[in-house]
């Protein structure tokens, strides 16, 4: 059997990293921004994938958010529209996921990847969860005022979207999520900020994935080693399969002090990652 290095019951630990967004409420100036991804066909770097590469439907996503008109940078906040949503939604509506009955954003912020699969599976239940109760109340205005971008052609999945409060690493929580079924498609977007937020995320995501599931990832910044080497420890310890389809960088992590990021006009940038069971975990569940 393999130690499940990724049990976290430091509930003084989680309750720290996890309520970091309470400091930066909704209070700062918002600028209502439209945005339009016209679908495209999905390019994977990686030699080995298996993921095809056609493109869907021509028809384009469109979204409309009120989000801070400002870069995050070192800020940890999901008030802020971070680079790696629109990699998602790049990554989305290039056709990478072919099908979902129901979707999951992880660390919703602005609700950007969620808004998008909403009009991508408009059969699909989708949910928005995050920690911060004032960036999920942003992330349903959001929702709002796509529908009223999309008018009449708004899907019942966008209209129909829920919103709840979610702490990594909280398995009642997650089971309570999945009470009507788990999620074939978890989304997250530049949900990783330190590594120690890493055990507790994949707990959660154990715990909400389905066994023919998916978890979407992407990042428009660099891990360190040690984050790095956490997502493998956790990865290998819940039965999961971790493949990298593109990257903007060379090295694995970054040394001390280095910064590499991407801006949100680098959508096709940065980092996409998919985590899966093995064949062998995924018949058990």
Known sequence: PVLDMCDHNDDDDDDGLMSMGFMFDASQDTVLTKFTFHRHAFKVSSPSSSIPV???AATPITIAM??????????ISGHYLWPASHLMANVLVGGLVKEATRCLELGAGCGMSGLVAAQLFTDAKVMFTDYDPGVLTRCEGNRDETLKALGPS??????????????????SAASSLASEGKFDLLLGSDVIYDSDIVGPLFETVAGLL??????????????????????????????????????????????????????LEDDKKGKVQTFYWSEEVAKAR
């Open 66 to 75: 009120n989000v801070i008109d400002d870069s995050p940078g070192a800020v």
């Open 210 to 263: 389905h066994g023919e599931g998916k978890f979407v990832m992407t990042q428009s910044f660099v891990y360190d080693a040690a984050t790095e080497a956490r997502i493998d420890e956790c990865v290998q310890a819940k039965g999961l399969q971790r493949e990298v389809l593109r990257c903007s960088w060379s090295g694995v992590g970054m040394a001390e002090g280095d910064s590499i990021r991407i801006g």
């Open 54 to 56: 056609d493109s869907p």
């Open 154 to 171: 708004a899907p019942a999945s966008l209209a129909n979207a829920s919103f709840s409060n979610l702490a990594w690493g909280d398995s």
